[in-house]
């Protein structure tokens, strides 16, 4: 979640019991190790890294979570493959995301410690397959921990991900209308403002398919793939387009990255209410399961 998992939401995600994720997709190595440094100032708890691979600090990025001993990283939007020796050697845990059994099984592999499998109801650049499918292939195709994401805002979901075979979820745009993120206050509202089918998927004609919710820029997207445009003229009207949503607040002619889940969430809330509420849903739906429900 580039310019969305800031110190901010990832002490206050860590403080409440989760663990936190600072997204170093939109940042230099230096902006990581200040980000880096303001979360240990707020928060004495454990936090991870997220490691965009498209990012063009790749490399620099991978050196600063290894010297600055970061317990555990993700990454996103590729294949980790070439940095696991790296990371295993800093004693980083990997988490990979993935978007296929496959990949996943690639990753089990080479070491990774969890997966992370992601349907493609989840914001900003996705896979090809949702999360109900995608979570029980990847459990039966890896003996690791599964954590699911995608789709997951509510206890119901965390029930859901857990009845698939997943050990833990990753939730995204739940947080984003949290109290503590620092999104720009139309961002969230936007979400908040959000209906079931305000979601819509950019960038398929190039591969690199783009959930976030409907807008002008959407429509002017849509509309010139639909009439064939390059990859250079997508990534004209895209390129920044996620720093102007979320920095800026321009909601019409940014990029709102959000997950299809957005047209549920309702309300800003405290991070910490977030994951109480959410637990105790997710054990209430579990134990009504126990309760003597049959299918
Ligand atoms: O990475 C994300 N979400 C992102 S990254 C991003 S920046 C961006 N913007 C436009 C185009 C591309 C990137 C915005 N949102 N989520 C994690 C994630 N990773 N979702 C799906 C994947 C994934 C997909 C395919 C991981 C691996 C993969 O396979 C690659 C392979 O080699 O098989």
């Known amino acids: 979640m580039a310019w969305v998992s800031t110190a901010e939401l990832v002490s206050a995600v860590s403080n409440a019991g989760g663990l936190g994720i600072i997204a170093a997709g939109n940042l230099t190595p230096e902006e990581l190790e200040k980000e880096i440094k303001r979360t240990r100032e707020m ?3 454990p936090f991870g890294v997220n490691i965009m691979l498209l990012s063009p600090h790749v490399d620099s990025l991978i050196e600063v979570v290894c010297q ?6 993700t990454t996103g939007a590729g294949n980790p493959g070439k940095y696991m020796d790296t990371f295993k050697n800093a004693g980083i845990k990997v988490i990979p995301v993935v978007a296929s059994p496959s990949l996943a099984k690639r990753m089990e592999n080479l070491g990774a410690d969890a997966v992370i499998a992601e349907g493609m109801e989840a914001g900003g650049h996705v896979g090809k ?3 109900m499918v995608l979570i029980p292939q990847v459990v039966d195709a890896v003996s690791i921990p599964v954590i699911a994401a995608g789709g997951i805002a509510d206890g119901r979901g965390v029930a859901a991900a857990f009845c698939l075979g997943a050990s833990g979820v990753q939730i995204g745009t739940r947080f984003v209308c949290s109290q503590e993120c620092t999104v720009h206050t139309e961002y969230k509202k936007r979400i908040v403002k959000a209906g079931p089918m305000d979601s819509v998927l950019t960038g398929l004609s190039t591969g690199h398919p783009v959930r976030s919710l409907r807008n002008k820029l959407t429509r002017k997207l849509l509309q010139i793939e639909k009439n064939g445009a390059s990859f250079e ?3 004209k009207l895209t390129l920044g387009s ?7 607040g321009d909601i019409a002619e940014g990029s709102v990255m959000a997950g299809q889940i957005a047209g549920m969430i309702k309300d800003i809330k405290p991070v910490k209410e977030i994951i ?13 399961l126990h309760g003597g429900v049959t299918v």
């Open 43 to 45: 928060t004495d708890k």
């Open 68 to 73: 600055q001993k970061i317990p555990v990283v």
């Open 129 to 131: 397959l949702t999360t």
């Open 233 to 235: 003229e997508i990534e």
């Open 242 to 248: 996620l720093r102007r949503a979320v920095v800026e």
């Open 276 to 288: 109480t509420d959410l637990i105790e849903e997710a054990n209430n739906v579990l134990a009504s």
